[in-house]
């Protein structure tokens, strides 16, 4: 090996970058991660007061209304994946970097799901305390959104990356993701929902965790191949 090749960094090394870089600008930006938390526990937290403290009814409404909420509060921080790359030009070098640019599309997704996904998940057991959930119940709810976001970060840098530079990108985000998203939601929401029957949940948990492979295997990919789309 000669000296040059020695001076190239590993894949590891690139993805750890990449991370920490984005990592430490959200640490300067806590509007990023702050900003999702507060819309995920104020819509949740408000949905009892407005139907009423009724048991059975929050039992019934109390999965789809958390993850509706965690959907929603996803996608407020998904446009912003990409877009503050590309106003201080930092896309143009991510773009040429010597390191595959699908690795760095996953370091992208893995800081933006610590940011905002992971945040969702430990304040989750606060919130389903106002829907008087069961331990249990709650347990499976956290397994479930730990899938579900990772999932939700994977695609929605799919969007972010289509949409990196446009205006109104948001709305059009969202439009791309959502139809993607639904699959997450639907089978989120009802494994919580057994959960809560004491019915069997491992089918709708492992197919939570199928969907996450999948993203992982494929969204790294296609977010590459959109950057490169949306910079020429």
Known sequence: ???????????????????????????????????????????SALFPLAVGPSAEQLAIS????????????????LNSLFLNDYEDGSLDQIILSPQPLPLLALGKSVSHWLVSGLPLVIVSPLVAMTFRMPVETVGVLM?????????????GSIGAALTVGLNRGNALLSLLILP?????????????????????????????????????????????????????
């Open 1 to 43: 090996m000669n000296s040059d090749e020695a001076k190239i960094p590993g894949l590891w090394h690139g993805l750890r970058s990449i991370v920490r870089r984005d990592l430490l600008l959200a640490w300067k930006r806590p509007g990023d991660m702050l900003n999702p938390l507060f819309f995920f526990a104020m819509v």
């Open 180 to 232: 993607l998203a639904m699959p997450v939601l639907i089978f989120g929401a009802r494994t919580v929902s057994l959960a809560a029957a004491d019915d069997a949940v491992a089918a709708g948990i492992y197919f939570l965790a199928a969907y996450c492979m999948l993203a992982i295997t494929f969204a790294p990919f296609a977010a590459a191949a959109a950057l490169k789309i949306s910079n020429e």
């Open 143 to 155: 397994v479930t959104l730990v899938f579900g976001t990772i999932s939700l970060s994977l695609l």
């Open 62 to 77: 109390g999965p789809g209304v958390l993850w509706v909420a965690a959907l929603l509060a996803a996608l407020l921080s």
